[in-house]
């Protein structure tokens, strides 16, 4: 039950934006957005072990390479997709902020589990970007979004608020953990989290409901194409990189699924924190991540029994 909370989660978050936006623009009205990001890497860093992690020469190897993919080469290609699909400017925006964020904080491991892989090397890449990424990700969203178009956005400005909204509660999270003496807590705590992103959603299209209604069909068509290109290059991407660095296969696995998800709570945190229209953006951050979600489900069901 618990895998599928999210998923229908967002899928009620949308259905109640549509029908019932008042409750949603009142949380995005009084910083219920900012708040609930804040509770959302809290709980994350609390939920976060650190036990049975060795760091080696390889380890090392591993991490630069996945964050040269998912932070450096991943906004790039984003930028690449809105180049060549003529996209409306809001929806580039959304395209290039999802592909700027950093990976994942649990579905990733999840499915590296499901898929019999490297799950405490996922563990170990999950962190490890994420908190790169809250460094790498304001700059490179303002090199992209120029790029893109005429958007200028105060990039110190983004990291302060990432440091603050991001960081910092990771960290008060992490600190508690470890000072509770926890080995292990309670599965339910995945409840709260996601519930606080499915909150986040229906507050951000709750105020974007006219964007939201607005797309064409074509515009649906052109961000479920643009999202799903951008996820299969990254799985592509980062599957020739496990091959070349000789990884075993476990290793490999925990490589494309963590490097090739992207974090769907820092994508719309950063929405609400840049002083640009972002409108339908949002549309584009949730297409992605029911599409990683589902596709790498799938294909984590089929590498399951690869172990070659």
């Known amino acids: 039950m618990r895998q599928f909370f999210l998923p229908v989660g967002l899928l009620s978050a949308i259905f109640f934006a549509l029908l019932l936006p008042a409750g949603g623009i009142f949380i995005s009205e009084h910083n219920g957005i900012k708040i609930l990001v804040f509770i959302i890497f809290l709980v994350s860093g609390f939920q976060t072990g650190g036990k049975g992690i060795a760091l080696d020469g390889r380890l090392f190897q591993v991490f630069l390479t996945a964050a040269a993919i998912a932070l450096l080469l991943s906004p790039l290609l984003g930028l690449l997709i809105t180049r060549i699909i003529p996209f409306p400017q809001t929806l580039a925006t959304g395209l290039i902020v999802i592909a700027a964020v950093p990976p994942t904080l649990s579905s990733g491991i999840v499915i590296t589990e499901v898929s019999r892989g490297n799950a405490v090397l996922a563990l170990i890449l999950t962190v490890s970007l994420n908190l790169l990424g809250i460094f790498t990700m304001p700059f490179m969203l303002d090199l992209c979004l120029k790029a893109a178009g005429p958007i200028d956005i105060d990039q110190y400005s983004l990291l302060v608020k990432m440091l603050f909204f ?87 696995k925990a490589l494309v699924f963590v490097a090739s998800q992207k974090t769907l709570p820092i994508s719309v945190a950063v929405l609400t924190s840049i002083s640009v229209d972002t409108g339908s953006a949002v549309i584009v951050c949730l297409m992605f991540h029911f599409f990683q979600l589902f596709t790498d489900s799938f294909l984590a069901a089929w590498l399951a029994k690869k172990t070659v």
Request: glycine residues 10%.
């Open 166 to 252: 991001v960081l910092l509660p990771f960290a008060i999270g992490k600190i508690t953990r470890s000072l509770s003496g926890k080995t292990r807590i309670s599965p339910n705590w995945s409840y709260v989290n996601s519930s606080c992103v499915v909150l986040v959603v229906y507050g951000s299209l709750a105020v974007s409901k006219s964007e939201f209604s607005g797309l064409t069909g074509t515009e649906y068509a052109m961000t479920l194409g643009s999202v799903c290109l951008l996820h299969f290059l990254l799985l592509v991407s980062n599957a020739q990189a496990g091959k070349m660095l000789g990884l075993p296969v476990a290793d490999r």
